[in-house]
Nanobody, 124 residues
């Protein structure tokens, strides 16, 4: 089994930066894909960024390009989401998820394991 735990979410002001962490246990990230998703209150879940840990390719939603960076700590089973220039539209619960077959997928239904989520709130 794989357990995923997100951390780092908090209340910040517009323009601030925040780094979210996704810590995995039970197995390594080798040959896996990890994605970051978010769900704002009353809205559908959407992908933010994803990384293919086997070939180091990444995906970013248009809303994240130029502001967010997904990365892996090579010494730990941890994936990060660095978020810069935050705005109130980024307010959401952020989830990390992992899949073990195929490459990066945009739909959350393609992922096999999910964390519990961490709340990010951006005030103006």
């Amino acid at each position: 089994q794989v357990q995923l735990v997100e951390s780092g979410g908090r209340l910040v002001q517009a323009g601030d930066s925040l780094r979210l962490s996704c810590a995995a246990s039970g197995r390594t990230f080798s040959s896996n894909v990890v994605g970051w998703f978010r769900q704002a209150s009353g809205k559908e879940r959407e992908i933010v960024a994803a990384i293919n840990l086997s070939v180091s390719t990444t995906y970013y939603a248009d809303s994240a390009k130029g502001r967010f960076t997904i990365s892996r700590d090579n010494g730990k089973n941890t994936v990060y989401l660095q978020m810069n220039s935050l705005n109130p539209e980024d307010t959401a619960v952020y989830y990390c998820a992992a899949k073990f077959r195929g490459g990066i997928a945009l739909s959350g239904s393609m992922y096999d394991y999910w964390g519990q989520g961490t709340q990010v709130t951006v005030s103006s």
